[in-house]
């Protein structure tokens, strides 16, 4: 059985996160178009694993994703706020070519 609250709150991570990323200053994250493509949850919602690609290409999004380790404690706190959550799960970023 699918777990529902999981889906729902990968989704509302993947709005809020496109949305973190264009008011994040940092020149990394602006070389070219940086998409969320998908989040994935794991069951009990403390691990998030989401993948992030480039209209520019895959060493565009690679220095995308090293920009967003540095600034994973911000983003992680502002999920938290932003949605709500008593804990936030912590966020591991992976570079894809999907688009």
Do not use: W
Not at 4 to 25: F, G, P, V
Not at 94 to 99: L, N, Q, R, V, W
């Amino acid at each position: 059985m699918a777990n529902h609250k999981s889906d729902r709150i990968s989704e509302d991570i993947q709005r809020e996160l496109a949305a973190i990323l264009r008011e994040m200053k940092d020149p990394r994250l602006h070389d070219g178009i940086i998409s969320v493509v998908r989040c994935d949850m794991a069951k009990d919602n403390s691990f998030c694993r989401v993948y992030i690609s480039s209209m520019n290409g895959l060493d565009t999004a690679k220095t995308a994703v090293k920009a967003l380790k540095n600034a994973q404690g911000f983003i992680r706190r502002e999920l938290g706020v932003r949605l709500k959550l008593r804990y936030a799960p912590v966020l591991a970023f992976e570079a894809t070519d999907s688009i």
